[in-house]
């Protein structure tokens, strides 16, 4: 009779990242029959994988800091000494730190499954199973909120954690103001700020959790988001599939468009709106218009995220610090295979060696500074 085989999948931060990770999981599960899949994860990012049925026990993670990249490659030397001593068969890194930087091509995910030796042939669908708690208290949320008396509800995602938003609180509620001005408009405010509002048409969605939040898809009409986690929730087959308009910053060093995603994985792109300024005025008028008609919406409101590389000088750099010359290459390597070979991209990764004496002097000098 074979061995179970005991695998570790290591993906950390953050909820986003860990929701795109589930297929990871799911994969495994379908690439090595009956195995029993450890998930190293984050505390702050555990809920994500609870009640997740290709997941079977869980690791929880308190020393590694987000983006600590020293206590990061610590971990990783600690988890693979683990597998030499015989606890792991197999450890699958997926996180997106240390050499896993290289993976970065423009697009979360698909860096994210770089992390897996094997293809991801499954669904990429991100897995979350509510509990029976969970379905309870969106229902709830419904009821109290009389979300079946309106026509649109606007599921609002504002504030990102991704950094590829510059939407802030005063303006997601200046927004909310004038969209339920029509009394058959709701809008569900969603982050991680809690909104106090006269207007019982502008809710506070904070109250539930990023879980239960896709479960309160399935009450709402539209998405207003911004590439976050409640974005990517919204995707999984706990959620209901809600035609969205996504507001982006093009610029943001993590940049990862919902259509560059959708479309590097073959998903349909018809009901995705994105817009790269950040302007009240247009995306009131985007929105009322997409409520009425979303396709003439989207051709008058939708535009291109324009293709930047800016990220590679930081991953560049970060490499370098470690000395990790293979990493590098690798990196060099998928985004040539993503996108050919672009001068923009090449000329970032010389900016990358060339500038990074300078900026590791910087850094020592001002780490010196600050320990006196």
């Not at 049925?53 to 000494?81: C, G, H, W």
């Not at 896993?100 to 698909?110: F, M």
């Not at 911004?226 to 599939?241: F, H, N, V």
């Not at 035609?243 to 073959?266: A, C, K, Y």
């Amino acid at each position: 009779m074979e061995l179970q085989k005991k695998i570790l999948l290591v993906q950390l931060f953050s909820n986003g990242d860990c929701l795109y990770a589930t297929a990871v999981a799911r994969q495994i599960k379908k690439d090595f029959p009956g195995c029993h899949i450890t998930w190293a994860v984050a505390t702050i990012c555990k809920s994500i994988i609870t009640n997740n049925p290709y997941v079977d026990e869980i690791m929880e993670v308190t020393s590694v800091a987000k983006n600590d990249e020293a206590s990061f490659r610590k971990f990783e030397k600690e988890i693979l000494q683990r597998k030499v001593s015989g606890e792991f068969d197999e450890i699958f890194i997926t996180h997106l730190m240390g050499a896993n930087q290289a993976h970065y091509d423009g697009c979360i995910r698909s860096a994210i499954f770089h992390g897996y030796a094997g293809r991801v042939t499954e669904s990429v669908q991100p897995v979350v199973r509510l509990t029976e708690t969970e379905k309870e208290s969106v229902k709830t949320f419904a009821s109290d909120h009389r979300l079946e008396t309106f026509k649109h509800i606007l599921l609002f995602e504002f504030a990102p954690l991704s950094g590829q938003s510059k939407m802030t609180k005063e303006m997601a509620v200046q927004i909310a103001e004038n969209l339920t001005a029509n009394g058959n408009v709701a809008v569900i405010l969603s982050s991680g700020n809690k909104i106090q509002h006269s207007n019982k048409n502008i809710i506070d969605g904070s109250t539930l959790t990023l879980r239960e939040t896709a479960g309160l898809t399935h009450h709402c009409t539209m998405l207003l988001g911004c590439s976050s986690g409640i974005t990517w929730i919204s995707t999984s087959d706990a959620a209901k599939p809600l035609p969205m308009v996504q507001v982006l910053d093009p610029h943001s060093t993590w940049v990862n468009p919902i259509s560059r995603d959708f479309e590097r994985f073959g998903l349909d792109t018809s009901a995705l709106i994105e817009i790269t300024k950040v302007d009240k005025d247009i995306i009131i008028t985007c929105v009322k218009q997409a409520m009425v008609d979303f396709q003439k919406a989207k051709d008058i409101f939708h535009q291109k995220i324009p293709l930047h590389f800016k990220t590679t000088r930081k991953i560049v750099y970060n490499l370098l610090v470690y000395r990790d010359f293979s990493a590098i290459r690798k990196h060099i390597r998928i985004n040539k295979e993503a996108y050919g070979n672009r001068f923009a991209f090449y000329w970032e990764v010389f900016l990358g060696i060339a500038t990074a004496p300078f900026k590791l002097m910087y850094n020592l000098i001002t780490k010196s500074t600050k320990a006196k």
